[in-house]
């Protein structure tokens, strides 16, 4: 049984952190990448940030500076530390993993919700 399980979302303050962590299990194939995707209610899901097994990283222009991503291949852990919080980062973060099975296979979390007022 393949699992991504989030954890850490909830209530964060404007200026504020918080960090969200994946865990992938059940997955047998190799995982080239992970990363970070939200959806905010009313928008298309968008990403956040994603990371190679080399620690390739990418970011959305508005989080650049903001956000920081980090994985443990070994654990197949993903982490995202969110800095510097703003009410547009509310929206429900949903973690991704991406396998070699001679394809590319994408495995994905049921989703974390980050809510950013004050």
């Known amino acids: 049984q393949v699992q991504l399980v989030e954890s850490g979302g909830g209530l964060g303050q404007p200026g504020g952190s918080l960090r969200l962590s994946c865990a992938a299990s059940?997955?047998?194939?190799?995982?080239?990448?992970m990363g970070w995707y939200r959806q905010a209610p009313g928008k298309q899901r968008e990403l956040v940030a994603t990371i190679s097994s080399g620690s390739y990283t990418n970011y959305a222009d508005s989080v650049k500076g903001r956000f920081t991503i980090s994985r443990d291949n070994g654990k197949n852990t993903v982490t995202l530390q969110m800095n510097s919080l703003k009410p547009e980062d509310t929206a429900v973060y949903y973690c991704?993993?991406?396998?070699?099975?001679?394809?590319?296979?994408?495995?994905w979390g049921q989703g974390t919700q980050v809510t950013v007022s004050s």
């Open positions: 991704k993993a991406v396998a070699n099975a001679g394809w590319a296979v994408e495995y």
């Open positions: 059940g997955i047998i194939f190799r995982i080239t990448g």
